[in-house]
């Protein structure tokens, strides 16, 4: 018996505005790579510093002088700034005067410790160890053996994350000074009120600890890391550093600090963590009803 094959229904007939808007889309989609890499050499570059040290606006010509970008390279940079124009980076006053934005202040180095500077995450994130595991990201979700490759980043390195920092000295720098913005102390202040310890979990060589330990200094703060990344921190009295597995065991404190940890775990090991941070705070002299479980998104 024959079979009936259905034809698929027509896609509905696109005007020729609407087809143009559609691959304008499109476009922006597929170029999109170039934002993040332009907003990197932005950074690389110095930049938004530049901008900042001229009093806040600088002419292309000053920007000439202030950065490293020999003559040959100087008519792509007037290029360079247009996009970032229309990213939203930075700003234009009056022709060829380039101003700085709510966005590109905040990737001023150079501040005072009022002000925050998210310049090392942008760079961390826009690294090439991130670039080329999105590429990977197609491969990967056709590939079954997930023991070989657990996410594209291990696919494209060899390695997680964290084994990347560990064998890669320069983007090990780069990623604690990402770890140290210190928007979590300026706009979450009173998550801090009554706290007399803390211990950062998987903190690193401490730069994030020692940001809260400079804002609040009686509150007495620790870092809990691997024995290789303890045995590697140089010790300057400011926070006490543990060596040990969080999956074991987490150091007693009033608050147990969890930045950039679960979302690199399994469900099944998550719930093995908080049920240690819990332990933890069983193990405090804090009043029972004191505990609360704060989920802040921001950016640190």
Known sequence: MAQNHSTPPMIATLTSAELLQA???????????????????????GI????????????????????????????????????LIAMGVFGEGEPGVYSLTPVSRLLVEDVDDSQTCLSQFT?????????????RLPEWLKNEDD???????????????FGCTSRDLEFSELFNEAMGAEIVVRECAEVFAGVTSLVDVGGGDGTTVKAIAK??????????ELPQVVD?????????????????????????????????????????????????????????????????????
């Open 215 to 224: 804002a609040f200094p009686h509150v007495r703060c620790s870092v809990l």
């Open 147 to 161: 023991a070989a490759a657990e996410t594209p980043f291990m696919m494209a390195h060899g390695a997680g994350f």
């Open 232 to 300: 590697g921190v140089p010790v300057d009295g400011t926070v006490e550093f543990v060596a040990g597995d969080m999956m074991e065991f987490i150091p007693p404190a009033d608050v147990v600090l969890l930045k950039f940890v679960l979302h690199n775990w399994s469900d099944e090991d998550c719930v093995t963590i908080l049920e240690r941070s819990n332990t933890t705070r069983k193990m405090s002299i804090r009043p029972e009803s004191q505990y609360r479980l704060h989920f802040r998104p921001v950016l640190m």
């Open 23 to 45: 691959q304008a889309q499109l476009w922006c989609h597929t170029f999109g790579y170039l934002k993040s890499m332009a907003l990197q050499s932005a950074i690389k570059l």
């Open 48 to 83: 938004p510093t530049a901008i900042h040290r001229c009093g806040g606006a600088a002419s292309l010509s000053e920007l000439h002088v202030a950065l490293p970008v020999p003559a040959s390279k100087r008519p792509c940079l007037s290029r360079l700034m247009k996009l």
């Open 123 to 135: 760079a961390m994130a826009t690294s090439p160890f991130h670039f080329a595991a999105s590429q």
